[in-house]
């Protein structure tokens, strides 16, 4: 209840320092704006390079990831190890 009444309370004294400082409200506004442009531009700008950076590695093949025959096997290695662990553990009980 106490955030409700306090919300509303800072809405009524929004809207009267909207009302009473409307024209320096619109000098800050002005103000606000091409920062925000330049540093919103800016990251859109860096982030469409590194895109566009990340789709012509792709194309080229250049940094794929190379295959990893090694890992494969010793991956399978392990997995029937496990296997044989969890059937030994089975057979014990």
Same mark, same amino acid.
């Given at each position: 209840m106490k955030t409700l009444i306090g919300g509303a309370i800072?809405? *009524?004294l929004g809207?009267?320092?909207l009302?009473? @400082?409307? $024209?320096?409200?619109?000098v800050l506004l002005a103000g606000c704006i091409p920062p925000v442009l330049l540093i919103g531009g800016?990251?859109?700008l860096y *982030?469409?390079?590194?895109?566009?950076?990340?789709? @012509?590695? $792709?194309?080229k093949g250049d940094d794929a990831p190379a295959?990893?025959?090694?890992a494969k096997s010793d991956d399978k290695t392990k997995i029937?190890? *496990?296997?044989k662990e969890l059937d030994d553990l089975?057979?014990?009980?």
């Open positions: 800072a809405v *009524l809207v009267v320092g009302a009473v @400082w409307f $024209n320096q409200f619109l800016g990251l859109a *982030l469409g390079f590194d895109e566009l950076k990340d789709s @012509w590695k $792709n194309d295959p990893h025959q090694e029937e190890k *496990l296997e089975k057979k014990e009980k």
